[in-house]
Structures are given as structure tokens and as C-alpha cells.
């Protein structure tokens, strides 16, 4: 991610800005809490995100035809431009990355850090079943 980070300041843009304007590039007209999901990272945190990317003329928001209190967010043709250069470094990095490894090892590696995320994904939900279930524990008061 460090290298990735990198690669985009030459663009002046952010890792997750970076993903936001991918995930808007394969589907446009999605809404803040849909690209925040995304981009893995909180409402508000989009909020700040979506309002930069707005500022310097990448993206543009709407007022959604199915909800009046929903924007949705489309790309701009400046938006899709600086996005399709700045892929182009990120796959180096990627490639670079994969470059250091055999294809065995490349799928085994894989195949690890699929498994972690699965492991953390469970975590995640485990636990959040258990902050929000009957017996979460409740505040002592003091």
C-alpha cells in the first residue's frame, strides 16, 4: 500500500480516493455510503474524500432519481482521464510485486492472504454479533 501511496502522489491523489474513483469507473452513480463500503473506510471519511475529489474536478454528485436525499456520484471525463494514467502505476506496482515471486509461490501467497481476511472477517463479525447481541455487557456506572 506504501508503494501504491507513492506511485499516486505523482497524481495527486490517495490510496482511497484512488479506489473510489475505480469503483466509480466499473460502476457509476453510486452514493457515499455505498463507495465507503468500498473503500473501506467511514461515511464521513467519503464525505471528505468525495468533497476533494469534487474540489478538484474529478467527480461530480447528483441528486439521486431514486431518492431525493441521496446523492450519487459520477465520474467526469477529467476524473476517468487522470484514473486510467494513474492505473497504469498501480499495475506496475502490482506486476512488480508478483515479478518477485514464482507462480507457485504467487498463488500460495494468495491463497495466505485469502485466508487471513477470511480469519478477519470472522473476527469482525464475531464480534460484532457480540457487541450487539443480548448478553453484550453493558456500562458500569462509577
Do not use: W
Not at 70 to 97: C, H, P
Amino acid at each position: 500500500m506504501a508503494e501504491k501511496a507513492r506511485v499516486l502522489r505523482e497524481f495527486g491523489l490517495t490510496v482511497p480516493q484512488y479506489v473510489t474513483l475505480m469503483t466509480l469507473h466499473h460502476v457509476p452513480g453510486q452514493s457515499a455510503a455505498q463507495l465507503a463500503r468500498a473503500a473501506l473506510v467511514t461515511p464521513q471519511t467519503m464525505a471528505t474524500i468525495l468533497g476533494n475529489l469534487e474540489e478538484k474536478g474529478l467527480v461530480r454528485r447528483a441528486v439521486s432519481t431514486l431518492h431525493s436525499k441521496v446523492l450519487v456520484t459520477d465520474l467526469t471525463d477529467d476524473g476517468d482521464s487522470l484514473l486510467i494514467k494513474a492505473d497504469l502505476l498501480v499495475l506496475g506496482v502490482e506486476e512488480r510485486l508478483k515479478g518477485a515471486f514464482s507462480d507457485v509461490e504467487f498463488r500460495q501467497l494468495r491463497s495466505l492472504l485469502e485466508r487471513a481476511e477470511s480469519a478477519l472477517l470472522a473476527d469482525a463479525r464475531d464480534e460484532t454479533a457480540v457487541n450487539n447481541g443480548p448478553n453484550r455487557p453493558r456500562p458500569t456506572q462509577g
